[in-house]
């Protein structure tokens, strides 16, 4: 059931009719819990099974951790516990003919509430609660990744019909569909047909579409989440933001705290901070295999194979990279002046984060090398060759709804928009309305294809 289908949007409305029906904790969660059960099962009655079982066996291992806390036995429950979860995720993900939606997700916050157990915070007494926090079906096929110390205080109490919170979610979510119909969409056909035949491309059609890719999943998991978001606050829940204007990173190290954020402070906190305390004696070199590892873990958790091997590697070399590199770098920087090499480094830092992403989004490794290998060699080129199969309508609209993203990020970066909608006049106010629908219906690509992040 996808969120820009109707029957998600019938079952949508119904929910929030009945939720607020009643301002009763017990009476909400119980619409939530059904709901997101028809949600997960909508795609497949198997996937609602597993998370179901998924769920009781966290809520239950949490509880027997917390029992033998302090003694020699809550280690060997804890990786018990977390070797259980892991095994079924890998073999669910790798080796079944039915990978279970979203199974990513809620199994890496099953493994961060196990081991925020085994730091010594308080498990969850009430099963449905818990419940909720795993399956609520706004983040469950692709996040955020919520913590249980932020999204379980929040199950506790029941909540009442907000208007503010309504109109902000509902925003939220006109801009997510924004990003997802009129951006992703619109580009994705053409750059489908480039990365799906490699060898039928051009040079200049491989540069054209490894440039564009990245805007495109931004766009589109952007997209996802801030209609997650925009959900979850009309439900009078806040869930935590995954983008941050990842195209202004000056490093990729930054671009990782700015890009999937709830993705990227997991593996921070969980992978990376444990293995830097085990080779801290090391020094950098300590830091270093413990980046690349975390980052090879990353691009394993994205895909079975050696693209998604070699695109953690590709991250994990560059950041280890800027790493060492840090005394130089500074030297540039002071050499050259500020602003130059902001715009250098910004610039560089999209364009190696764009070729790392042939690795996530060719199939073959040798379509990999092929790229890279005829991409950048000097040939002629028609300007045919750069429309990649698009009208000049199809660029017009795609270029300045980008140049559009960019704009609102930036003034929201400055003014919380959100905020200054509410101070604007009514006729201004519902002219933006209006007037964005219109952009959605009247250029928006409908129909072309369901969310990248869907299949992790």
């Known amino acids: 059931m996808e969120f820009l289908s109707a029957p998600f949007v019938i079952c949508f409305i119904l929910t929030f009719v009945l939720y607020y029906a009643k301002s009763d904790k017990r009476w909400q969660h119980a619409v939530l819990l059904l709901s997101s059960s028809v949600f997960i099962g909508y795609y497949h009655i198997v996937y ?7 769920t009781f066996f966290t809520f239950w291992a949490g509880r027997v951790l917390h029992k033998y806390l302090n003694t020699s036995k809550s280690v060997w429950v804890l990786w018990a516990s977390i070797s259980i979860l892991v095994g079924f995720w890998l073999i669910a993900r790798y080796f079944s003919p039915l990978f279970p939606l979203g199974i990513s997700f809620y199994t890496f916050q099953a493994l961060s509430y196990l081991i925020g157990i085994y730091w010594e915070e ?16 706004m983040k469950f096929l692709s996040g955020p990744i919520e913590r249980s110390y932020d999204m379980l205080p929040q199950l506790k109490t029941a909540k009442t019909f907000d208007y503010d919170k309504v109109t902000k979610g509902l925003k939220m979510i006109a801009w997510g569909t924004f990003l997802k119909l ?20 051009t040079n200049i059609q491989m540069m054209v579409a490894t440039l564009l890719y990245p805007i495109q999943l931004y766009a589109d998991f952007a997209g996802y989440t801030l209609m997650a978001l925009g959900l979850g606050r009309m439900m009078g829940f806040e869930l935590k933001p995954n983008f941050n204007r990842p195209f202004i990173s000056q490093s990729t190290g930054e671009l990782w705290r700015r890009w999937h954020m709830t993705l990227s402070f997991w593996v921070r906190d ?29 691009g394993v958790w994205h895909g079975a194979g050696w693209t998604f091997v070699l695109y953690g590697l590709f991250q994990g070399i560059i950041v280890i990279y800027e790493m060492m590199a840090a005394s130089f770098r500074n030297k540039m920087k002071e050499f050259v002046g500020n602003g130059v090499w902001s715009v250098i480094t910004i610039l560089r830092t999209y364009f190696l984060f764009a070729l790392s992403l042939l690795f996530f989004r060719v199939s073959r490794l040798s379509d990999v090398w092929y790229m890279y290998r005829y991409m950048f060699r000097p040939e002629s080129f028609s300007i045919k060759e750069l429309r990649l199969g698009m009208s000049d309508y199809d ?28 101070r604007m006049k009514p006729l201004t106010r519902w002219s ?21 992040y869907i299949q992790f």
């Open 48 to 54: 609602l099974v597993i998370a179901w079982c998924v």
């Open 122 to 137: 308080d498990p969850e007494r009430d099963f449905w609660d818990f419940s909720l926090y795993m399956m609520l079906f």
């Open 182 to 201: 009129v951006i992703a969409d619109r580009i994705g056909p053409a750059l489908n047909i480039v990365f799906d035949n490699v060898q039928d491309a």
């Open 270 to 298: 969980y992978v990376f901070s444990p293995l830097n305390i085990f080779f801290r004696s090391i020094g950098k070199w300590g830091i270093a295999f413990s980046l690349l590892i975390t980052f090879v873990a990353i």
């Open 395 to 422: 660029w017009i609209v795609f270029g300045i709804a980008v140049l559009l993203m960019f704009l609102m990020e930036y003034i929201n970066s400055k003014h919380d928009i959100l905020e200054q909608c509410v």
């Open 432 to 452: 933006c309305y209006i007037g964005l629908a219109l952009i959605i219906f009247l250029f928006g690509a409908f129909g072309v294809e369901n969310f990248i």
